[in-house]
């Protein structure tokens, strides 16, 4: 947050001081928050990466953040297979292991938020679900993809309470967006899914919270990648997600301190 | 046919070239690179073991019935689309048209938007009364399939209809022969090369199908989960079993273009 908010001054400092500033002054190299800035986050992220990416801007006009999307498991591939991308906010930490594992990765990741799964319903709960018990009664779950973080975390709750869940049964979405998708707007019945996703679409489904002796602690960890060309930006964004303003925003999505 | 070639040649500007070599170049390499992913020793045990043989079953099941209706369907609407003149014409051909240029995820909205059991149209209906629920059901792989593969079959047969001389069906009216005879008879002989290309076309495209298959009829295992559907989720768990499923797809789709010679590719003369 420190150097964050230096930086900022160092921006403010040179705009109004000489040019050649730039060449003599390391700060001023720190300083400089122009250019490109991809964040590869969790499709779980979408809406508070969006929002904190948001006043990202708003603070440091010169960046410009683009935002990728995807299952954690699609953006370490991405990473892996050389895109660019200049931060991974994932939503575990195994994930970033695999990439410091493979070199992708060589600062040590930060765990920045918390998050729970619960079981998303179609509103009125027609099939009157209301624990992970149930869901064995019903003919069609939606839950994501078996590798992905949200499929591994939809398995951890399951296998806690005790339930299993036949496969010509459950349908798998490729992210936690898109198997949420499969209650709102399609036939499943219910869904696992994180608990901020369930909240950010309480107008098309209902959420059922997940008693906590069932359920897991999802840890979302936040790195910058090591080839990217704008390490500096990839930092300073970092340190805003991390800092009370970004923590701010990311509780105003239902995220947990870690 | 290469002293042709030489002739056309002549006249052909530089930059014409250049432009169809970095073309040609531009579609083969992900190919290649696709090629030199796939590990050769391991592919028949790939395909042939837990869900990427499920996938490929599926998917051949799948495609079939939707090919099926796609023929079943298309070739009385290629027939009207070509042979008869009436007021909006135009815009029926568009509304066939739409579901190729649709993005394929939108094609499954709009299927969940008419048959899907809690918000279709009709799918709470068929439900009702029929009992049939297509989502989540290969039915529904079948539903989605056929929709986005359907307008392939009726462009190419409509376009060959257009391409017979009428000349020969009326001939065979002047010796007598009844509409019926006629149309099996003659009309159907000629057309056999674009209906053929149609039906491969359309069965590439229903093997082919991801989009309007994962957000209509779901993706589960050995249920609605087809090849392509298994290729994107195994890239992420057993890359190279994606990588053996996505060779078979491409050399069935090499195999398709080969049933199609002499009707889209060259000319048989």
Redesign the interface.
Known sequence: MKRFGLAIAAVVVIGSLAPNAAHADPIAEVSKLKGDLTISAASSLTDVFTELAKQFRKDNKGAKVRLNFGSTSTLVAQIQSGAPSDVLASADLTSIEKLVATGNVVVAPKVFARNTMAIAVKPGNPRAVRSVGDLASLRFVALCGKTVPCGVYASSVLRRAGVSLIESKVTRGIDAKSTLSAVANGDADAAIVYKTDVLAAKKIVLGIDIPSAQNVQAMYGIAPIRNSKNLTNAKAFIDFVLSEQGWQILKSFGFQRP | MSARGRQIGAETPKFVWVGAMLALLFLSLPLVGLLKRVAWTGVFASVTSGPASEALRLSLITSVFATAIAFILGLPLAWVLARIEFRGRSIVRALVMLPMVLPPVVGG?AL?GAY????GLI?GLLYDVFGI?L??SPLGVVVAEAFVALPFLVMAVESGLRSIDPRYEESAATMGSGPSERFWKVTLRLLSPSLIAGVAVAWARALGEFGAT???A????????TTPLAV??L???DPEAAYALSFVLLAVCVAVLIAMRGSWLGRRS
């Not at chain 2, 899907?116 to 918000?119: P, Q």
């Open positions: 909205v969940l899907g059991k809690s918000h799918g629920q989502t989540f994962i957000t209509f779901g993706n589960i295992e050995g249920r609605t989960q994107y989720l890239l992420e768990s």
